[in-house]
Structure formats: C-alpha cells, structure tokens
C-alpha cells in the first residue's frame, strides 16, 4: 500500500481545486491510502510516515505562502535522517508567474532531502481543466510510482 500525503495551502480556493484534482490522480491507483491535509494542520507524523508527498501552494510575494513555510518550520529538524529522499511533487497557482514558489520549495526539500520525481505543475491565472488533468497526472505518477516502489 502507498500511503500519499497532500499538503496545501489555499486562501482563494485556486490551489485547493489543484489539490483535489491531484488527490483524484492518486485515489485511482490501486492500494493507495490518501491523507489530504492543510498546511497548517499537517504534522511532522505525517511526513514520516507517508511515502509520498504533494505540496501545493499559491505564490504569495515571489514565494511559497507563509503556511507551506510554517509546516517546513516545524519539521525539517524533528526530521532528519528519518525521511532520506522521500518522493515529492509540487504543485502551483500564480497569478502570473510561480517560479518564485517554485525555486523556494525546491531549495528546502534538497535540505531535507526529498526527492523530486515529476516535473511541477504551474497554474498561471485561472484554473483550467488542462491544468486540472496535469494535476491528476501527477498525483496518480506519485502514488503509482510509490506503490511500485520505483523510486
Ligand atoms: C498576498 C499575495 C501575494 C501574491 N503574490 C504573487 C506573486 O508573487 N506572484 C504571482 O504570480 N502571484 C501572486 N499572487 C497571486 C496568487 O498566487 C494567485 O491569486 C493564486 O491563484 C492564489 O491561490 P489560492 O486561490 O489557492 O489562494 C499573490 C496573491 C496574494 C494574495
């Protein structure tokens, strides 16, 4: 069984429906346990024990919004050693760029380290069913990829 954590942050519901629509990617491969939480309710038990992480955020000032960086915060050092090159994907909704966002999270997560398998999915403006697809794409790449143990 592959144990999926989706973590986000939303504050206008953009990154939510990204959220929902990767939780779906990852719901339709076979095995797979979904936790589903906001940032800032996640724990530090539920980074350890997952065996994959989505992390969605809006880019708030040119960078990941505060409550993605609160949940770093507080478990980057309980953390160490204990999740060495664990899975991860990103997923974005800017108002017209993301890459700040982007750059932020991949930066931390070398820290931890996480391992990135999939290329983010960026939202530029409004949310569209293509983007939606992407996302379902990646959450059933994460959880399929998980449950078969290639990464
Ligand atoms: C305080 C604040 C700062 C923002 N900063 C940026 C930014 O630096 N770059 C960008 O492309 N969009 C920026 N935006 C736009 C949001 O990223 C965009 O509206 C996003 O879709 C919001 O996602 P949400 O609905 O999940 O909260 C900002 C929005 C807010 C409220």
Same mark, same amino acid.
């Given at each position: *069984?592959?144990?999926?954590?989706?973590? @986000?942050?939303?504050?206008?519901?953009?990154?939510?429906? *990204?959220?929902?629509?990767?939780?779906?990617?990852?719901?339709?491969?076979?095995?797979?346990?979904?936790?589903?939480?906001?940032?800032?309710?996640?724990?530090?038990?539920?980074?350890?024990?997952?065996?994959?992480?989505?992390?969605?955020?809006?880019?708030?000032?040119? @960078?990941?919004?505060?409550?993605?960086? $609160?949940?770093?915060?507080?478990?980057?050092?309980?953390?160490?050693?204990?999740?060495?090159?664990?899975?991860?994907?990103?997923?974005?909704?800017?108002? $017209?760029?993301?890459?700040?966002?982007?750059?932020?999270?991949?930066?931390?997560?070398?820290?931890?380290?996480?391992?990135?398998?999939?290329?983010?999915?960026?939202?530029?403006?409004?949310?569209?069913?293509?983007?939606?697809?992407?996302?379902?794409?990646?959450?059933?790449?994460?959880?399929?990829?998980?449950?078969?143990?290639? @990464?």
């Amino acid at each position: *069984m592959a144990k999926i954590l989706i973590v @986000y942050h939303s504050q206008t519901g953009n990154t939510e429906k *990204m959220a929902k629509a990767v939780a779906e990617g990852a719901a339709g491969i076979e095995n797979t346990r979904l936790i589903v939480k906001r940032a800032f309710e996640a724990t530090l038990e539920d980074l350890l024990n997952c065996d994959g992480i989505a992390i969605g955020t809006p880019e708030n000032f040119g @960078y990941m919004s505060g409550a993605i960086k $609160n949940f770093f915060d507080r478990t980057f050092y309980p953390s160490q050693g204990k999740i060495f090159k664990k899975p991860y994907v990103i997923f974005i909704s800017a108002g $017209n760029d993301g890459r700040g966002a982007r750059n932020s999270i991949e930066r931390i997560a070398l820290g931890y380290p996480l391992k990135k398998i999939y290329e983010p999915v960026i939202a530029r403006g409004k949310i569209t069913d293509e983007i939606l697809e992407q996302c379902r794409e990646l959450g059933a790449t994460l959880a399929g990829g998980c449950e078969m143990g290639i @990464y």
